[in-house]
């Protein structure tokens, strides 16, 4: 009776949050959440090691994750992003997602756009040569504010965090991260792809990867 009770107040749960996100945000979603078949069981199993993760320290109070990739400028700011709409869309409390890099160069444009056209409102409030975003993805929730900076930088945590390396070379260049309990979940550079015809497709897939992992990782978090 418990269980039925949990999993009849998980789908309410599920169904509002979805209701309160951005209209175009919601077919995204709804879209993403339906291809959890597509993830690979290697990837499903590094994603769930994650989730227990976040599991434990919702026991223990706030859960913070810092995803991390060499320039903080396309997949950790997309995997930030993605994590936490994924985790207000399953109504887990009190998670606080951020990113970082081994260096700090700016938001890419091209990842911007990307998350643009998946529903997400973007605003720059300031311009220059790093600037910084926020993103709207619901009713009543506060942005996310975005802007490239080092995984150590003074607003990212520093201990008792869950450091998430998003690509391999930043995996290799932090061989050693104080504070953090450290995961690896690479994703392809789209990079590779700028000024190319596949450029947009690019960042598509990759933004849908993400966005399809995080919400995974979520969905396994009682």
Not at 28 to 52: C, G, H, M, W
């Amino acid at each position: 009776m418990k269980i039925l009770f949990f999993s009849l107040t998980f789908i309410i749960s599920v169904f509002v949050m979805n209701e309160l996100l951005n209209a175009d945000l919601q077919t995204y979603v709804k879209q993403v959440t339906a291809e959890f078949d597509e993830i690979s069981d290697e990837r499903k199993e590094a994603l769930e090691k994650i989730a227990s993760y976040v599991q434990q320290k919702k026991k223990e109070g706030n859960v913070e994750l810092t995803f991390i990739c060499t320039h903080n400028s396309r997949r950790s700011h997309m995997s930030q992003v993605w994590a936490q709409i994924a985790a207000y869309y399953y109504g887990i409390d009190n998670v606080y997602t951020y990113s970082g890099g081994t260096e700090a160069t700016a938001f890419n444009t091209r990842a911007v756009n990307t998350l643009q056209q998946a529903g997400l409102h973007i605003n720059a409030i300031n311009n220059g040569d790093n600037p910084v975003y926020k993103i709207k993805y619901a009713k009543s929730v506060e942005p996310i504010q975005v802007y490239s900076k080092v995984y150590n930088a003074d607003k990212n945590p520093s201990k008792g965090f869950a450091a998430i390396m998003t690509c391999s070379q930043a995996d290799q260049n932090c061989p050693f991260i104080p504070g953090a309990t450290r995961f690896a979940i690479p994703y392809e550079d789209p990079k590779a792809y700028d000024g190319t015809a596949n450029e947009a497709s690019a960042y598509q897939e990759c933004c849908r990867q993400i966005a399809r992992e995080m919400f995974y990782l979520f969905s396994k978090v009682n």
